[in-house]
């Protein structure tokens, strides 16, 4: 090879290496220039753009995922910040979960009306479809007379109204919250009234499948509260729209569904459920619990996830009340079994000291001692465990938005023959309401609504002390810097102070259409130390004023196995 064709060689290597900096540097360069807030933010709605009718039900086997939950405790490491909240720390409208109060008025004749907009079954002849094959509650399908499918269950014998009211009451908190729920109805209704659909089946325990007879439901009756004329109170519930999947775990994804990415221990609607169902003592958790039914919106179909059963809640289960641990305690906690073991039941729990209120139709619920932080599910869910400050704070808020009018409004929906049941649960739902916002609204500096007006002045309201359970900080301090967008890159522009819940701007505060500036505000001499920590905020200037594009009320956290509650 001559000297020319090892320099021209030589020379074209090096071209190809400068090329491939070059593409690297600007890969880089791009990726560096990707924005952090869209012209879009902050979302209200969930983007679920893909067809999803190609998910299949599934059946997923209970006494498997009690086992994992318990044991292994499934999902992702814990202190993670939800990954679906928008850019300030909401979460979007969706399939999951739809904004309502909190994020709008709702009156107590619209929550006590709930998702049931109808009235339950016709009345006439009922036709029985099949036996319930799932759970422990007594209960059948049937078809009314204008051929609707409902779901009923029974109360049972030992306590008459107590799962009917318990379940129509949860209903109508959880859909008030935001979730999606079944229409439950109370209905009553008589044997007489009852027919046997001719291509109903029925597998006895043991043998083969055959056709049913009314004969099969004696044992339904055998274990539901009768009332004095005969007749049997239920609860109703519709059967969901669209094409039914099967329930959705509280950990992982559906991997068939193109729209669910984000897994869900890091929903913060599931996360949530550690305050809302401390609340209301929904200690059942589980996959069964739950229904996902595939929908056509648009011409495109959709998932949508259900809360399909919370009607072991307060202190009622399906089979009477619920048992002195639950709330307390998971099913198997082997170092308290073992304590208790060793010291022949000296070692007590604060479950064998409750006083409780005795009322056949309410059960096991109280206020006065309730604990937010020591509550537990019958088993660990894993969406529970992964629950943080931000997430608690966010479920706080919507539980302290549920007014004493509100709440008695929902309970009455319980029908309760005794007042003395209505007023014992009323005045308990409303104590551990309380109780909540004491202790979720003080964990993290609780400031929210930041408004930032066209001259400048920053103004914000503070939860907890608006919620009347703290007292309010000496004075509030703010530091102010231009955002650059782009890069990321922060000016500093000063710090200014305000003794009320509103802060002024400093002198430099731009004003050119398009500049974000970031103001993070912290509480100065504040009861509560976690106060101390800023709220970061971010805003956009636009050609009408100030928009809040960003807030952030805590940062990532380092990922742990750690999940013990």
Known sequence: MTQNSKRTETCGWQVMRTLLMLLLVSRVVLEAAEPKFYNDDPIAVEPETQDASKVSPWKIDLMYDLIRNQFARPGEPVGRRAQNINTIDEV??????????LARPISPEEAARGPAPGKGPAPGTWKVTQTKKEGDAPGFTIRDGTGETWFLQFDPKSNPEGATAAAMIANRIFWTLGYFQAEYYLSEFRPEQLRVDPEAKFTPPSGRARSLKLKDLQPVFNRAARNQDGSYRVFASRLLPGKILGGFRFYGTRPDDPNDVVPHEHRRE???????????????????NTMDTLITENGRARVRHYLLDVGSTFGMGANGPHEWTEGYEYLFEGDKLLKRLVSLGAYLQPWQTVPY??????????????DPQAWKTRVPVSAVLRARDDDTFWAARRVMAFSDELIRAIVKTGQFSDPAAEKLLANTVIKRRDRIGQFYLTRVNPLVNFSLDPMGVLTFENAAVKSGVAKAPASYAASWSEFDNTTGAMRPLGETNGSGESVPAVSSLPVTS?????????????????????????????????????????????????EKR
């Not at 996360?271 to 003592?281: D, Q």
């Not at 209120?357 to 309730?370: P, T």
């Not at 709220?535 to 050609?543: A, I, K, P």
């Open 92 to 101: 979007p409208d969706s399939n999951w979960f739809t904004n309502r109060i």
């Open 514 to 562: 398009g500049t974000f500036v970031t103001v993070e505000v912290r509480a100065v001499d504040p009861p509560h130390s976690s106060w101390t920590k800023p709220v970061r905020t971010t805003f956009r200037r636009t050609e009408n004023g100030w928009k809040l594009v960003g807030l952030e009320r805590m940062e990532e956290m380092e990922p742990q196995r750690s």
């Open 270 to 288: 599931l996360r949530a459920l550690l305050v809302f169902g401390a609340w209301t003592n929904l200690v059942d958790m589980k996959t069964l």
């Open 357 to 370: 209120q005795e009322n056949r139709a309410v059960g096991r619920f109280e206020g006065d001692r309730f």
